[in-house]
């Protein structure tokens, strides 16, 4: 009797450790998407799973140098970052290892994913026109190519060419239309200017909305923030190349580390994060579009209107990010 006693307490500790660890387990993240925006994301996986996430936040460029700094032993599983130029980087530089799964697989479309399934894109923004509506008849409008036509003289508003957003349109550019034809439209947009590229998006809709210029090029989710702070400003999206290319987009995505000490919890965490409640998180705290394409969209991105995107594949803005930044240098445009 005393030995069977023995036994069952001996099996009680070891299912006390086993379902104790099941809630101490750990994954850490890196994360160039801002905390406000992950966190939520994060603490409903914990609930649901148990497994616990630590993240660190920062400057993307900045945390690829961490973790190549760090090599073998960076304790990041897993990396999430902004735009797909800084993806391909982190993949070219061996920061990621390949993840084949067929949720992954299924939920995210080949376009907004590594060919080589390195990383894959959780939300898409579009980087579109938008327009000053008491000063431009939306007639006038049609492509970002026709931006550089001399009817926009002095009525054109960019932010500035060292933000990877526009390093990444232009090298969509360069694939659609060859680097040649793209410095000549680049060159055009810098004629155009009404005013020194800006900073940052929501100052180029501030100077355009203030009359300064009359039209410019901005990330959807920023039109979406400041129009829910001042909705009375005169300015709306056009949705252009829609009888060409389509509208360019871009991603936030994630990858697993090559050196992840947890690699299939991060493969867990990185097939859940492309599912449908994650996913509406993940895109509408950021007034940002689902990558999986089943997904609803946030009604108020909604809202603003359907549009054909370009299906290039998005990896390629990294590919042709230096020849796009030598370009838009020739060009003048800083």
């Known amino acids: 009797m005393k030995h069977r006693l023995f036994f069952i307490s001996i099996a009680a500790i070891f299912s006390f450790v086993s379902i104790s660890g099941a809630f101490t387990r750990e994954l850490v993240v890196y994360s160039a998407r801002k905390e406000h925006l992950i966190k939520p994301i994060f ?11 630590k993240y660190l936040t920062g400057k993307a460029g900045v945390l690829l140098e961490r973790l190549k700094a760090e090599g073998p032993n960076t304790p990041a599983d897993l990396l999430i970052t902004v735009d797909a130029g800084n993806l391909w980087h982190a993949a070219e530089e061996g920061l990621l290892s390949p993840v084949t799964t067929d949720t992954l697989l299924t939920n995210i479309p080949s376009h907004l994913r590594d060919s080589q399934n390195h990383w894959f ?3 898409v923004r579009a980087r579109t026109i ?9 007639s006038e409008l049609s492509t970002y190519e026709a931006l550089a036509n001399p009817r926009w003289r002095d009525r054109l ?10 390093q990444s349109l232009v090298a969509s550019l360069i694939v659609d239309h060859g680097e040649a034809k793209t410095e000549k439209i680049v060159r055009g947009w810098v004629a155009n200017l009404a005013a020194p590229p ?12 203030a009359g300064l210029g009359e039209v410019g090029i901005v990330n959807t989710y920023y039109y979406g923030r400041l129009m829910k702070k001042i909705p009375t ?3 709306t999206l056009f949705w252009p190349n829609q009888n060409g ?3 360019h987009v871009n991603v936030s995505g994630a990858g697993v580390t090559t050196h992840a000490k947890h690699r299939e919890d991060a493969v867990r965490l990185l097939e859940w994060l492309s599912t449908e409640e994650p996913q509406g998180l993940f895109a509408g705290a950021n007034m940002e579009y689902p990558a999986n394409p089943t997904v609803k969209v ?3 991105v909604a809202g603003w209107g359907e549009f054909k995107p370009n299906h290039i594949n998005v990896a390629e803005y990294g590919k042709y990010q230096a020849a796009a930044i030598r370009l838009m240098d020739r060009a003048g445009y800083r």
Do not use: C, H, Q, W
């Not at 409903?44 to 996430?53: A, E, N």
């Open 233 to 235: 400003l005169p300015l």
């Open 121 to 123: 894109g959780l939300s």
């Open 198 to 209: 800006f900073s940052n998006d929501t100052k180029v809709m501030e100077a355009v909305a």
């Open 298 to 300: 946030d009604s108020v």
């Open 43 to 53: 603490d409903l996986y914990t609930k649901k799973t148990g497994v616990k996430i």
């Open 157 to 166: 508003i960019l932010r500035t060419s060292k933000k990877v957003y526009n």
């Open 245 to 247: 290319t389509g509208v």
């Open 130 to 138: 938008i327009y000053n509506t008491k000063k431009v008849d939306v």
